[in-house]
């Protein structure tokens, strides 16, 4: 790590290097990236065929069909908005450190504490997340394929299938950056090709397939709440907003192209590019999908639409009803294979920032995980994270069943809270820069690509819809997770997201205000400041 008094020549810097010194840091990330590979690395992310599948069963039982054919347009707006807000602030400040540099840069230090705090907390929820959704399908894929392998199912072994997934993504991380940059760009086209592929199966194979009034005006309410109603106005705006989930954690993540920013050549158009265009191709790709596994829901012998299989089987019930074990084995498996790579994007991504993070002494340990390889990869960063992704999810292991003995429904209790902390650490650092760059109005200096005045609407939309949408994941998606149930309350079934969100949010405050006050001013240099007040003169 270079000291803080370690000249930089500025003549011999290319245009990026420039603009990483402006910002005060030398180039020390191998910087040979493509644009393409850093939209891939959002679009990987992201991962439709991940988000769409592994939360379906959180769209489906809080709301049915319209909870997916409608919600599904209608956040993706919202979401674009927010990724072109993001876009203007990456093209001004393209560094590693991403969303916590800028909300230092415009906040000071104790915005820029708290929002690489949540950032950080988002980034290894989605990876374990995306891991653990990736070992579910690997299980599934098998299970589907082997009967004697599905009949010994238990959640220890899905979590154990996980901790692999963890270990070989952190393996290929370690190994390469630009191996990574490979990676993403294959999975692109993987996502593409795999997408279309299943799309034109869903249309093709089943014998028969739901109407449009299904899929664009049945309703139905899985969630515990309100005795089933789907006329009152809790199922409009309580049961429906917990479907949020299913859109609002698959198009995220979107921030790596931010994250490795600095790995990127011409990172100030090209990233923002990254953002927008990765949610853009998402949203749309998504919908599609979505779509055409709704019309492939199977129907009960008397030929109503099977609600209760897919409440419960999601959308593997779903192919292998409609499709037959050889066909939903290989859709399976295209999506398996989509979200390992999806987990190693969101290991590469989270790594970045926790070194980036480091790199400014924020994290205990900091000397230790901003250290690079010889291949300039931050190994040890890397290690954290998937140890961080393996503890957060350890709830897991707890099986949760409502229903009957006879017919238990095991509801993903710990899976859903982990994509929610997803969810609430990262929009939630996402929203404190854009409310920041609001504020400072004309007196940001915009980068090479910005919103020009629409700013002034897109970033109050942004925000709210952040706001909005955070305060539903907070909310206990069962009914026996209700800390003011009197008689069905059990810990088994209760969110922990909120939990785990706000209690470090407390720990922060308390540690930021006992000490790291004194001690942690935002970003630090890597060159000397006499260079960066050069370029700023």
């Known amino acids: 790590m270079p000291e803080a008094h370690e000249p930089v020549e500025a003549h011999h810097l290319n245009a990026d290097e420039a603009h990483l010194a402006r910002l005060g840091y030398k180039q020390e990330l191998n910087r040979s990236w493509s644009g393409f590979s850093n939209f891939a690395i959002s679009f990987s992310i992201i991962s439709i065929l991940a988000g769409c599948f592994t939360n379906f069963g959180a769209g489906f039982n809080n709301g049915g069909p319209i909870s997916i054919s409608w919600s599904w347009p209608i956040l993706g707006v919202f979401i674009l908005i927010i990724g072109f807000t993001m876009s203007e602030l990456v093209s001004a400040y393209p560094t590693s450190g991403g969303i916590y540099w800028w909300a230092s840069k415009l906040g000071g230090p ?31 894929t098998i299970s589907t394929y082997s009967d004697s392998f599905a009949a010994d199912y238990s959640l220890t072994r899905v979590f154990v299938i996980f901790v692999v997934v963890l270990a ?83 198009i995220t993540g979107f921030d790596a192209s931010a994250h490795l920013s600095e790995e990127t050549a011409t990172a100030s158009t090209v990233a923002a590019k990254g953002i927008w265009r990765s949610i853009f191709y998402s949203v749309i790709g998504g919908y599609i999908l979505l779509l055409a596994v ?77 250290r690079l390889t010889s291949s300039r990869v931050p190994a040890n960063a890397v290690v954290f994270v998937g140890i961080a992704a393996a503890v957060v999810t350890l709830p897991a292991l707890i099986e949760v069943n409502i229903g009957t003995p006879e017919a238990p429904l095991v509801i993903p209790v710990a899976f859903y809270a982990v994509t929610s902390i997803a969810v609430i650490g990262l929009y939630l650092a996402f929203a404190i820069p854009i409310w920041l760059r609001w504020r400072h109005g ?96």
């Open 442 to 537: 004309s007196r940001f200096e915009v980068g090479s690509w910005n919103n020009g005045s629409k700013y002034k609407w897109m970033n109050l939309v942004a925000v709210a819809e952040i706001l909005i949408v955070t305060l539903y994941l907070m909310m206990p998606s069962l009914p026996g997770g209700n800390p003011f149930s009197e008689s069905d309350f059990e810990w088994k079934f209760v969110n922990y997201a909120p939990i785990v969100t706000l209690g470090t949010l407390l720990l922060l405050t308390l540690w930021w205000f006992t000490s790291a006050k004194n001690w942690f001013t935002g970003p630090k240099h890597t060159i000397d400041q006499a260079v960066v007040e050069a370029f700023d003169a």
């Open 110 to 140: 104790a915005a820029g504490f708290y929002t690489g705090w949540l950032n950080l907390i988002g980034l290894v929820a989605v990876t374990a997340g995306v891991s653990y959704g990736c070992a579910t399908f690997i299980d599934l």
């Open 294 to 370: 709704v019309f492939a829901i199977p129907s009960t012998p008397d030929g109503a639409p099977d609600n209760a299989g897919v409440g419960a089987g999601g959308v593997a019930y779903i192919f292998v009803q409609s499709l037959g074990t050889n066909w939903a084995t290989f859709v399976l498996f295209i999506s398996a294979a989509a979200q390992f790579f999806c987990a190693t994007a969101c290991m590469t991504s989270a790594s970045r920032m926790t070194f980036a993070f480091s790199r400014d002494g924020a994290i205990p340990g900091s000397p230790v995980l901003q």
């Open 168 to 250: 070989l993504a952190s393996v290929l991380n370690i190994f390469s950056g630009h191996l990574m940059a490979v990676m993403n760009n294959v999975s692109v086209w993987w996502h593409v090709a795999g997408a279309a592929g299943i799309v034109l199966i869903l249309v093709l194979v089943p014998d028969q397939h739901q109407s449009f009034s299904y899929v664009f005006t049945e309703r139905f309410n899985n969630s515990g709440y309100g005795d089933g109603s789907t006329s009152n106005l809790m199922f409009w705006f309580a049961i429906v907003p917990f479907g949020f989930l299913l859109t609002q954690y698959t």
